[in-house]
């Protein structure tokens, strides 16, 4: 989990942009946002609703719609690894219908959602769509061995009585053991990367806390990368070895997950931080963030935060976007107020 | 206050409510039939509130926590008369007068909704999209005979100011407002018949992070200018840290542990407490935490387990646990429903090592 190596890169986000032509005019929802996993490494992604982190996830997936979305720019380098031959493959070039895609999803990158009600079809039981899942990319299994490996898979990720449960339909289960069916489909042919968009967000208190135990467990277990997107501070901080922050499709700071929460340095972070109230208390008032997200469709040509920031600096930061610069090593910010190490 | 579970007569009359309590529910009972079949035999009951004891001074706030299905959701309705309770009693306190809410008709009733108001949770789907924020918001004056035109709308004015909205807004349709532009209407609707009581239910979860913020602040605000008494129901815990006084935690239609805040979350007494607070995911952790999780998940409320609710999920359950239940019971100041409270050294939520300081 600790190697640094260059050589385990596992997926590699440069400058992705990703806009959505609507009728009313263009979202920028993603605007130029560079970063890479490891194998066996996590990156916890934070942000607000429309920040971005959602569609940055599905255009690695390449399942954002498309019309109206259209990834613009940048590349999305999959590292296939040394067991075939260390390809690399631009996620962005594929036909997002096409075979090659096809291919990929599931068994080297798959995703769990926030509301496994939706994602699985209510018309098959569990059973039969996790079965599906290894008969297309794991061919020449018969139909036991297919039924095998989903019991063994729904008893890993701690759904009891699985012999049973597997011939059950999505509406008969509980929400947690829903989520539950979900990572073992998702898991179910050994992806090396897992997305996780807001998995827990729909679940009690409770229940989360075993979903998070069960994805860090099975992240360690499979030797997984995990991508984490959350608006929950403590949950990302919980399940990452890195974070990134994002805003208005940038990113505005990213540090490894201590760092970044005892020494947050970009300006949108430390207001963040302020604003939410934490259980370990402490807290007299909270400080909300001042005035109100920018309209979409007309971003400001500078810093996305300028209007909100305390430290704003007229004529430089409203005029020209801040470069993404490494204070420290690891830790970096998008914003005038720090300069490169020297 | 009263901590017997099992008001055997819930409708016999009063004899009045302790001497500071604006609010005092006994043995509050909410049953919901299940019916089966062509005749809609009543096959069982969902036990929803299931015998709740409660009293709540005014200017407090009360936080209600606990799990979907827990009945949180419920007891906040029934103290409103938006469901009707099954049993128990409801009183609250009016000037000289202690209304008993839970058998109020017509006039009567009516009055009560002067007193209690409830805000609530999807500022989405609790708005009328046809009605303008002036009509919404003075509705509860017409229809309770408060005011109408021109004092109506003076006292609509006011009332938006003050939950951060502006005159130009008036004429304006819920469509045209975020998400937490929508919250404060709703917060502008029911503050503007002046209530002692308002029964806030997740008023923050559909919001944004950075807007939670915004809208707790306003709410504790007003809670200092107009004295107000707030139920606050929610299910996250970092922000009931925030806003309550004291704490009720509810588990399968009970209340199982009830504190004040600071000695509920840095010394629970019940086994349900803790697992609740350790569940609480924390920024300060960091990866590899080590949780005492309780397995399995809330219990059927239509066929709820023998004996204490909680002991097929509690990892300290004796035998007794299973047979008996237990009462709920004042232990140095806190109330709580475990046979092994004493015994028991249950871990809580420590302070913050440097949490006011971390910016």
């Known amino acids: ?342 | 206050m009263q901590t017997s579970l099992h008001t055997q007569e819930p409708s016999t009359p009063s004899a009045g409510i302790s001497d500071t309590a604006l609010l005092e529910i006994r043995g509050l009972r909410k049953w919901f039939p299940v019916q089966k079949g062509f005749l809609k035999r009543t096959v069982g009951y969902v036990k929803a509130v299931d015998g709740v004891d409660l009293s709540i001074q005014p200017g407090e706030t009360l936080g209600v926590v606990g799990e979907s299905g827990s009945g949180k959701t419920t007891l906040g309705r029934c103290v409103l008369r938006l469901y009707e309770p099954t049993a128990g009693e409801i009183l609250l306190r009016d000037n000289d007068r202690i209304l008993p809410v839970h058998q109020l008709e017509g006039r009567e009733l009516q009055a009560f909704r002067r007193n209690a108001q409830m805000i609530f949770q999807d500022p989405y789907s609790s708005l009328n999209p046809r009605m303008n924020v002036l009509e919404t918001v003075g509705e509860p004056l017409l229809v309770n005979n408060v005011a109408k035109g021109k004092e109506l709308e003076d006292r609509v004015t006011e009332v938006i100011l003050q939950v951060g909205l502006r005159v130009e807004h008036l004429r304006r349709f819920p469509h045209s407002f975020s998400g937490g532009q929508r919250q404060r209407i709703g917060i502008a609707r029911a503050l503007v018949v002046r209530p002692k009581l308002v029964v806030a239910d997740e008023p923050v979860s559909a919001l944004d992070v950075s807007i939670q913020a915004q809208i707790l602040n306003l709410l504790k605000d007003l809670q200092a200018e107009y004295q107000l008494t707030y139920i606050f129901i929610t299910h996250a815990m970092s922000v009931v840290r925030y806003m309550a006084d004291r704490i009720a935690v509810m588990y399968a239609g009970k209340l199982v542990e009830v504190a004040g805040k600071e000695s509920l979350l840095t010394r629970p007494r019940h086994p349900y407490t803790e697992a609740l607070l350790s569940a609480v995911p924390r920024t300060t952790s960091g990866r590899n935490v080590k949780r005492t999780v309780s397995v399995g998940e809330v219990p059927d409320l239509a066929n709820l387990p023998p004996g204490c609710v909680f002991h097929p999920r509690c990892k300290y359950a004796v035998d007794r646990c299973k047979v008996e239940e237990p009462a709920l019971r004042e232990l140095d100041g806190q109330l709580v429903k475990c046979h092994l409270a004493e015994q028991l050294a249950l871990t809580g939520i420590g302070p913050s090592p440097n949490g006011a300081g971390r910016t």
Request: with cysteine; aromatic share 6%.
């Open chain 1, 1 to 342: 989990m600790t190697s640094t190596s260059t050589n385990d890169k596992l997926i590699e986000v440069r400058d992705l942009r990703t806009y959505f032509y609507l009728y009313e005019g263009i979202v920028k929802a993603v605007d130029g946002v560079s970063f890479q996993i490891r194998q066996g490494r996590s990156l916890g992604v934070i942000g607000e609703s429309g920040c971005g982190k959602s569609v940055t996830a599905q255009s690695i997936m390449r399942i954002a719609p498309e019309p109206p979305a259209k990834h613009v720019g940048g590349e999305i380098l999959l590292h296939l690894g040394p067991n075939n031959n260390s390809e690399v493959i631009d996620m962005l070039k594929l036909d997002p219908r096409g075979q090659r895609i096809r291919a990929l999803r599931w068994k080297e990158i798959s995703m769990i959602f926030q509301e496994p009600m939706t994602s699985f079809s209510p018309l098959f039981t569990i059973g039969n769509q996790i079965g599906e899942a290894i008969e297309l990319h794991l061919p020449g299994l018969s139909k036991k061995q297919v039924r095998e490996r989903t019991i063994d898979l729904l008893g890993r990720v701690g759904i009891p009585q699985p012999k049973r449960l597997i011939d059950s339909y999505p509406h008969q289960l509980s929400g947690g053991m829903r989520q539950r069916a979900m990572i073992a489909m998702a898991l179910s042919c050994n992806p090396r990367l897992l997305i996780a968009d807001e998995p827990t967000t729909a679940l009690d208190v409770t229940i989360e806390a075993q979903i998070l135990e069960l994805i860090a467990n099975l992240q360690r277990e499979f030797n997984m990368a995990l991508m984490y997107i959350s608006h929950d501070l403590a949950v990302v901080s919980e399940m990452s070895d890195e974070i990134m922050v994002m805003y208005l499709g940038l990113v505005m700071e990213q540090a490894e997950t201590g760092e970044i929460f005892d020494n947050p340095l970009h300006p949108y972070t430390q207001a963040l931080w302020r604003s939410i109230p934490r259980i370990e208390g402490g807290q007299d008032r909270l400080a909300p963030i001042s005035g109100a997200l920018p309209n979409p469709y007309n971003l400001p040509k500078g810093c996305p935060f300028y209007s909100r920031c305390e430290h704003r600096m007229p004529g430089l930061c409203d005029a020209v976007r801040p470069p993404m610069i490494e204070v420290s090593p690891n830790h970096k910010v998008s914003c005038f107020l720090y300069k490169t190490e020297p």
